[in-house]
């Protein structure tokens, strides 16, 4: 694929006219722009509310309407051989378009850009030469400090042309990495668009290598489902989840530079935070109480408390009296059981049920009712009384309390499910006074979350992108999947860096706990980040942390630099501030990643060297570039160099070996161009055989 650029005469034209149409597509965008700014809603609002929504719906659009100068408004073009919907009929003629982040119009409304989501875009991501798509011509561009500057072309149905990677991409994907994460939307590849493309009506799950873009894809994916089901998602919601909250500022402006402003972000523990948490679990106990046998504990809790009643209901109206006998109680209270409806709603539905038992004699002895009487009827002080008795009202938060401080109560619900060991180890030690005083842990706010659930039905989304879901305890993802209940989810994640004790095995099984069972598992396994030299070294810890996980191929072309150094334990700090030095000799951000007990000697060592760094989530920028990274927070972040300090101390950091080792496959694999690896104590021994 030749690669066009103003330096070569013959070059010059066309690369001038698509400069023009540059200028010109930004002029129309401006047009749009000052369009909406000058919208006059006085006249059409009405009232003040409605006036409130269509402000700041235009302020939005304006907002999504701006022209970002360092993002390039269109990046690729196709020639159609025919006009599309136009079935290859004869003497219809070809037709061009140019493919952008957004969709641009001129003044008579014929498109100048046309958005890179809309089906006329698809080909630009897809076609090829086995398939051209009825496209001539793809052209991608280049560009230098938003300045068009170069194309290159394929002629997909020119036999004579050879087949050649895209220089352009190559150099998009081996550019030095500073600031947030950036979109890839002049770049996605065929494999990511089937999955950022898949209907909106089903859940795909992606197990891929690091770096292989899952993250990218997840986002891409949002993006594409708003576009495709704008009103819908409008409606229902979307939502991102990420393991933390430096993960989450770091994908943060991807969305927004794509336009979409609307996505919401949080992490599992925001979804769940009833309460607030101030205790933690020992890893056991934090796995027994993420098992999803405890949904079935939760329920029994729950309904614990329905009593059979055992006495009739007797209601007076005037001077007569209305009994319901216990036997026919029973029957109603029986029969809201067996539904299948939220306890919540069956505590609401019986004095009703019993109001309505009650109007039913009124009519056989001859009276003649309406509604209100029996609104009247379930009101009545004996219906509520007898209510309060069989079916009282729950509340999620004192149960899970009860569960967990009454061993007589916990082994009334969790018999045949837990083991008498389960259960002893499930109690707290020293039982709370009052729910004031609990100090609820992380996993208990996703039990209280499901008894929630249970007593009242969680709000689903239409859309769930779930990031790192290797991670997830099943009672987890059971808090995720109630809030896609009805939607659809996009699970992202690794099993080889799963660093929970209860980390997923299985995506079938974690997707079953999801409530979304059989959904289709992609695999993605080219790499755009890490340099092959990187991830062949990293990948010798796949054995033993993930075995049967294929490890990724690199498509960077640069093997990527890679030094491995041992030195005494006290020249290490020494050592690594020196290889901080090095990496920032070159361009881009530079993460020191080490164990998260090692951050505070490291900081204090940068310290007094008068080396600046910043935490894990503040943007680098050119004159910030080194982060301070506690291993425990690298996942899904990337550095151009990454120098890792003390391996054995990250691995030693984590409860298990295996999880520590999936620890350090994630740090390892943290880098963009290279790594430098420093060590006073020895590597593991999977690492000790060194770099091929
Ligand atoms: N098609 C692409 N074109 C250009 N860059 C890409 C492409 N796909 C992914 N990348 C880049 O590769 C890097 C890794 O992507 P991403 O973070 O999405 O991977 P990941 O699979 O989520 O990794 P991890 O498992 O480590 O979290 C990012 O910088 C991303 O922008």
């Given amino acids: ?52 929504i269509l402000a700041a719906e235009i302020d939005n659009r304006i907002k999504a309407l701006a022209d970002l100068s360092h993002t390039p408004l269109f990046f690729g073009r196709l020639d159609y051989l025919h006009a599309p919907g136009v079935e290859q009929a004869e003497g219809a003629e070809g037709e061009q378009f ?50 068009l500057t170069a194309y290159e072309d394929e002629h997909l149905t020119d036999p004579a042309e050879a087949s050649t990677s895209s220089k352009l991409l190559q150099t998009e994907i081996e550019r030095p990495r500073v600031g947030p994460m950036r979109d890839i939307v002049a770049t996605i590849q065929p494999e990511q668009d089937e999955i950022v493309r898949a209907g ?79 205790g933690t679990d020992p890893a056991e106990r934090a796995r027994i109480k993420g098992d999803a046998r405890m949904a079935e504990v939760l329920r029994r809790a729950v309904r614990s408390g329905i009593r059979m009643p055992k006495e009739p209901i007797v209601v007076v ?44 004699r009124m009519e056989e002895s001859g009276e003649a009712p309406d509604d209100r009487v029996q609104d009247a009827v379930a009101r009545n002080p004996a219906v509520k009384a007898a209510v309060k008795g069989v079916w009282p009202k729950a509340d999620p938060a004192k149960t899970v309390l009860r569960l967990l401080s009454d061993a007589e109560f916990l082994a009334e619900c969790a018999e045949g499910i837990l083991t008498p060991e389960e259960q002893a180890t499930l109690l707290w030690e020293k039982p709370p006074r009052s729910l004031a005083s609990a100090k609820w842990s992380p996993a208990d706010t996703v039990l209280i979350d499901e008894t929630l659930d249970l007593v009242q039905r969680t709000h689903s989304l239409g859309h769930v992108v779930l990031d790192e879901a290797q991670d997830l305890s099943p009672m987890q993802y059971r808090a995720v999947g109630r809030r896609c209940s009805t939607g659809s989810a996009t699970v ?34 080219r790499g755009f980040r890490v340099p092959r030299g990187v991830i062949a070294y990293a ?26 150094r041992r030195t005494s334990a006290e020249e290490l700090d020494a ?75 990250i691995v030693t950091g984590e409860p298990d070996e295996r999880t520590g080792l999936r620890r350090l496959y994630v740090a390892l694999t943290r880098a963009v161009s290279g790594l430098a690896v420093l060590h006073a104590k020895p590597l593991p021994e999977e690492l000790a055989a060194g770099p091929a």
């Fill in 539 to 564: 990948s010798l810890l796949l054995p033993t942390i993930a075995p049967g996980l294929a490890p990724a191929t690199s498509v960077r072309e640069s093997p990527g630099d890679l030094v491995i």
């Fill in 317 to 360: 109206r005037g001077s007569r009296r209305w009994r319901v006998p216990a036997y026919e109680l029973e029957e109603l209270v029986r029969e809201l059981m067996e539904r299948d409806i939220r306890y919540g709603a069956a505590h609401e539905a019986l004095p009703q049920r019993i109001a309505h038992n009650i109007l039913v």
């Fill in 575 to 649: 050592a690594v501030l020196a290889a901080c030095h090095d990496a920032l000799g070159h361009e881009g951000s530079i993460g020191l990643i080490a164990a998260d007990d090692r951050i505070a000697p490291l900081a204090a060592a940068l310290e007094s060297a008068g080396l600046p760094y910043l935490a894990p989530g503040e943007e680098t920028s050119a004159q910030a570039r080194l982060t301070l990274v506690p291993a425990t927070l690298a996942k899904g972040l990337e550095y151009d160099y990454v120098v890792l300090d003390e391996p054995a101390a």
């Fill in 98 to 147: 140019y493919i952008g982040r957004r969709h641009v119009h001129d003044a008579h409304g014929d498109p100048m850009v046309i958005d890179w989501r809309a089906p006329v875009s698809q080909p630009f991501y897809r076609a090829s030469r086995v398939e051209p798509m009825d496209v001539r011509l793809r052209r991608r561009f280049g560009y230098t400090g938003g300045e």
């Fill in 492 to 525: 992202l994640g690794d099993i080889a860096q799963g660093t929970t004790p209860w980390a997923t095995a299985s995506w079938e099984e974690a997707l079953t706990h999801l409530g979304k069972p059989g959904a289709p598992v992609e695999e993605l396994t």
């Fill in 200 to 278: 909106i009506g089903g859940t795909v799950c992606v197990q891929g290598a690091p770096g292989t873009g899952k993250t990218a894809v997840g986002l891409h994916r949002v993006a594409y489902l708003l576009y495709a089901h704008r009103e819908r998602l409008a409606r229902t919601g979307t939502l991102v989840i990420g393991p933390n909250k430096s993960f989450l500022q770091y994908i943060e402006q991807v969305l927004p530079a794509l336009g979409e402003l609307q996505v919401k972000q949080a992490t599992v523990d925001d979804l769940v935070a009833h309460v607030t948490v101030r």
């Fill in 1 to 52: 694929m030749p690669l066009h650029d103003p330096d070569h005469a013959q070059d010059a034209n066309p690369l001038r006219a698509e400069q023009t149409h540059l200028a010109e597509s930004r002029s129309a965008l401006t047009a749009m722009r000052a369009d909406v700014e000058a919208l006059d809603i006085s006249d059409v609002t009405g009232n003040w509310v409605n006036a409130k």
